[in-house]
């Protein structure tokens, strides 16, 4: 896991950087109706405060990354799978006036490790996923602990927009949770936005992904390998997993005292070869 952290803490750093550090325009776009930065400060907050180990504080929402941004955040539900070592939490963000779920990420691979090809594959109707992060959202007491605090929620403070963020493999099972409330469930999401996140499927179900949560960001930070997996290849692009859209690769140019922090907003492909790939 400490290793784990140590990535999370260098996509932490650079996303609050950015904020402060002289700023780079790359392209011209308007960009604001797919990404927004200070979305990203506070969604980057919530998708590291789920790795917290003091389960207490974090229910609370005092612990040690449960300030700043995310003040007064109400926790409805957190979800620990031991089993699986799992964890994730579901509560209501009142400045956001939206309900936020965050998935942490984690290292373990009783879930099916990201090489072992076609060992990786499950069939979701009529399209290919990973079975690992497939089965770590669908197959677990993540799920029901999910459906069951948004449905909470909705009991207290009635129908609200959904907000799901994660890092790593938290980040894939947060795709496959905000794919599951759209289209199970009818929610509004309003921001899927992930940082670091694996592949998760074909070519075929990326299209499909897209139509049905279209809000989606993944955050990339810099050379960041975790985003390269499993691979692309870009002779068989139909054969092989791929991203969904919308990427935007954070890194940075210069030298010295001279740095620019980049916040590049790519292409929708999903697999733009000018971004981190």
């Keep these: 896991m400490g290793c784990w952290r140590s990535l999370w803490v260098i996509l932490l750093m650079y996303l609050f950087a950015f904020s402060g550090a002289r700023e780079l325009k790359v392209k011209h776009e308007d960009y604001s109706q797919i990404y927004n930065h200070t979305l990203a400060t506070v969604l980057v907050q919530y998708a590291s405060a789920v790795y917290m180990s003091d389960l207490t504080a974090l229910f609370t929402w005092t612990c040690s990354r449960c300030d700043g941004m995310t003040e007064g955040f109400e926790i409805i539900e957190l979800i620990v799978d031991v089993q699986h070592c799992l964890q994730a939490f579901v509560g209501v963000a009142h400045d956001l006036n939206a309900i936020v779920i965050a998935f942490r990420g984690t290292q373990e691979h009783r879930f099916g490790n990201v090489h072992d090809g076609q060992k990786t594959i499950y069939t979701y109707m009529t399209y290919e996923v990973h079975w690992g992060f497939y089965n770590a959202y669908h197959n677990t007491t993540v799920r029901s602990g999910i459906l069951d605090a948004v449905q909470s929620v ?59 949560v279209p809000r989606t960001v993944r955050v990339t930070n810099e050379h960041d390998i975790v985003p390269h997996l499993p691979p692309y290849y870009t002779h068989f692009p139909q054969k092989t997993y791929r991203h969904f859209p919308r990427e935007v690769w954070l890194y940075k140019i210069g030298l010295g005292s001279l740095v620019y922090s980049v916040e590049k907003v790519c292409d929708g492909s999903g697999e733009d070869p000018t971004c981190s790939r």
């Design 154 to 212: 909705k009991m207290i403070y009635g129908d609200m927009d959904i907000m799901v963020t994660g890092h790593s493999m938290g980040g894939a099972m947060a795709s496959f949770c905000a794919l599951d409330l759209v289209v199970n469930y009818g929610a509004r999401i309003a921001q899927l936005m992930t940082f670091g996140q694996p592949r998760i499927g074909n070519a075929v179900f990326a299209s499909y992904f897209n139509k049905h």
